[in-house]
């Protein structure tokens, strides 16, 4: 209804804007069809920003429907509307000026939405306007006689109009009226006076819905009275309904205003409290049911409370609570209030065994078989979903023994999964076993979950008939009883294969750089291989990951790669190179990153490449880094290269050999090179040189 309103309200504002744009525009019509008339730049002026203002009104007419506030802008415009016509027609010649007559037309607006008072308020400016055209136009001797016309038409206009807007509004506040009492009536229970069921279960989503969203407590009643049928049958239906308009009358007058009271049922009312705990819901249940057992004209209650709770925020769950609660209240001797406890809910789980009255019985059972039958239904929801679902579901008890399984899962073992119910735990796919024992026995031991386990046989993913999976087990509680492990297992394969054609594109383009760049400098061919290899070896040294060690391989397989820009005979050239040409090779290092930055490697070998030349102190380049300004990766990379360089014959000097190389880095390590970085490439020659003799002999 509300939206309904404010599309009529989006309706009117733009006509009205509308209206007041075709009266701009004629006007400026008008102005332009009599150029010679007094005032008409001035006219014009006004003319145009009356125009500009009435399509931006027109553009925000949606914004303005929403405002509280509506109908009075609405009057405000129109009357200001009036009062600058007025002031046009003065400017334009006074009583003579066909504006004049299009002040009327505000007025006719109002009359189609505004209250009679708006609309003889803009009736009084319309009239003010004329009779102020008229006293103030200097070329008219006795403006009384011009403006009794002028005031005849106009008063005769705004009389129907005035009269139309009243048995408008009479006929709208008629229709309201109706409307309400229809509104009421689908809402009320006419024998109580109380809501209806309709009404209360509107109420209790909207209230269930703003609980969960601020954290809100939210209690409910539910209130039977004691008996009913055989109060009916002793005093007759009259007194009967008579009596449940009383308990109506006196839920009302214990409840709060901001409370709901309805009538649910035959003789069955319920209460719902927002902003309720449940002790609070409590007190007003008990003072509920006490107040009913001293008034003699009423009959006794018996009441059920609870809470939302917040593992289970359900209108059904609360319900059903507060509805079990009310029973547990008859079953205590009626005439009390029960609150809904977790105990409570547990013996109602349960099939009633001893004797109770008919009534109650039956209502009982009602409420047991209605209990089942949900649970019936949310397993076989559940067991539809893990049935059907693609990761793979197993529960094993805690005797290692598979008590279910679904399909795929069982597919792992090439067996149907009715086959395996009951086997051993080992049967749950021979190359799924080895790797879940482990996880199995510590979910037993620490009763917490094990997460993201992957498995899978490294050697055959690249074939057809290698797999990898990601398993989860997790502990499975009833009553703080662990009764044994649930196992979700997820095929990632396909993901592992994608991975490892990653990885294999990855090297490829590495290989193909690496080859670009040793072409075009002969005397260096196997250099970066050679540090890519010593790189590795320090990395492993230093105890960097696999993940770590590949990323620095790859660069240091192509940290030169800059060099394809410059020209070779300055590489391949014998003898040392001038200053100029030795700022030409240096570089090589930026124009490296230049062309490595916009690959998307999984590590920084585009940052690593740009700084393999700089130094722990600031003498490298190109940047003149320091410290630890420069990746561990190009530290290892740099000191590579200065083993490999120094120690390889060139065209301009030939080799100084290893030890010479030693020597420089412990010369400069913890100074231009990083000391971690130094003792481990002198461990791993003295590894390889200590090896060499070993493999000769």
Not at 505 to 516: C, N
Not at 633 to 648: H, Q, T, W
């Amino acid at each position: 209804m509300q939206a309904s309103g404010e599309r009529f309200w989006h309706a009117h504002v733009a006509l009205g804007f509308a209206i007041l744009a075709g009266e701009a525009g004629a006007a400026i019509g008008y102005f332009a069809a009599s150029p010679t008339g007094p005032s008409r730049v001035t006219l014009e002026i006004i003319a145009a920003g009356v125009a500009a203002l009435a399509v931006l009104g027109v553009l925000l007419s949606g914004r303005i429907s929403r405002l509280s506030w509506r109908e009075t802008f609405v009057t405000t415009t129109s009357v200001t509307s009036t009062f600058v016509l007025a002031l046009c027609a003065h400017l334009d010649g006074g009583l003579e000026s066909p504006l004049l007559y299009l002040s009327v037309l505000p007025v006719v607006y109002l009359a189609l939405t505004a209250s009679p008072k708006s609309v003889s308020l803009a009736g009084a400016a319309s009239i003010a306007s004329v009779v102020g055209v008229g006293l103030s136009d200097p070329r008219i001797r006795i403006p009384q006689e011009s403006l009794l016309m002028l005031m005849a038409i106009v008063i005769g206009t705004l009389v129907l109009v005035i009269g139309s807007s009243i048995h408008r509004h009479r006929l709208h506040t008629a229709h309201a009226a109706v409307m309400a009492e229809l509104f009421r009536r689908s809402q009320t229970d006419d024998l109580t006076g109380c809501s209806n069921y309709r009404a209360f279960e509107e109420r209790l989503a909207d209230e269930i819905d703003r609980a969960i969203r601020y954290g809100r407590p939210l209690s409910l009643i539910v209130c039977d009275v004691d008996q009913f049928r055989a109060y009916n049958d002793r005093y007759g239906h009259d007194r009967g309904d008579a009596a449940l308009a009383a308990v109506g009358a006196h839920l009302r007058s214990c409840s709060r205003s901001s409370d709901l009271v309805a009538r649910i049922g035959g003789d069955e009312f319920a209460v719902l409290l927002p902003e309720t705990s449940l002790d609070e819901a409590a007190v007003v249940a008990r003072r509920t049911t006490d107040g009913a057992a001293q008034d003699c004209a009423l009959p006794t209650i018996s009441a059920g409370v609870t809470a939302l709770r917040a593992d289970q925020p359900s209108a059904r769950r609360l319900f059903r609570d507060a509805d079990q609660a009310m029973y547990a209240a008859k079953k205590a001797g009626r005439n009390r209030a029960v609150v809904a406890t977790d105990e409570l809910r547990r013996r109602c789980a349960v099939v009633p065994t001893e004797p109770t009255a008919d009534e109650d019985r039956r209502r009982d059972a009602d409420a047991y078989e209605q209990l089942q039958r949900e649970g019936a239904e949310t397993e076989m929801l559940l067991g539809m979903l893990v049935q059907e679902s693609a990761v793979g579901f197993a529960f094993i008890d805690g005797d290692g023994r598979l008590l279910r399984i679904n399909d795929a899962l069982a597919h792992l073992s090439k067996r149907r999964a009715s086959a395996q119910v009951g086997l051993p735990i080992e049967q749950l796919g021979p190359r799924l076993w080895p790797y879940l024992r482990a996880a199995y026995e510590e979910v037993l031991a620490t009763g917490c979950a094990v997460r993201n386990v992957e498995i899978g046989q490294e050697e055959l993913l690249d074939a057809s008939t290698g797999q990898a999976w990601l398993a989860t087990l997790f502990p499975v509680h009833v009553a703080d009883q662990l009764l044994g492990v649930g196992v979700a297992v997820v095929d990632i394969t396909d993901r592992k294969r994608l991975e490892r054609s990653a990885e294999a594109l990855t090297e490829s383009v590495i290989q193909a750089l690496a080859a670009a760049s040793e072409a075009r400098d002969p005397y260096t061919a196997g250099h970066q291989r050679r540090v890519s290899d010593i790189s590795t070896d320090i990395a492993t040294r230093l105890g960097l990951s696999a993940h770590e060690i590949k990323g620095i391989a790859l660069a240091a397989a192509i940290h030169d790669i800059g060099k394809v820009a410059i020209p070779a005979e300055i590489l391949s050239r014998p003898g040392r190179l001038t200053e100029p040409e030795m700022q030409l090779v240096r570089t090589h290092a930026e124009v490296g990153y230049t062309i490595l930055r916009d690959i998307e490697f999984p590590w920084p070998v585009a940052q690593m490449v740009r700084q393999h030349h700089e130094r722990l102190d600031g003498s490298g380049y190109p940047f003149g880094l320091h410290g630890d300004e420069i990746l561990l990766g190009s530290r290892i990379v740099a000191v590579a290269d200065v083993v490999e360089a120094m120690s390889a014959h060139r065209p301009y000097r030939p080799s100084v050999g290893v030890g010479h190389a030693l020597d420089h880095l412990r010369a400069g390590r913890g100074i231009t090179f990083d000391a971690a970085v130094v003792d481990a490439c002198v461990d791993v020659v003295n590894s390889s040189e200590a090896q060499a003799p070993r493999d000769a002999a």
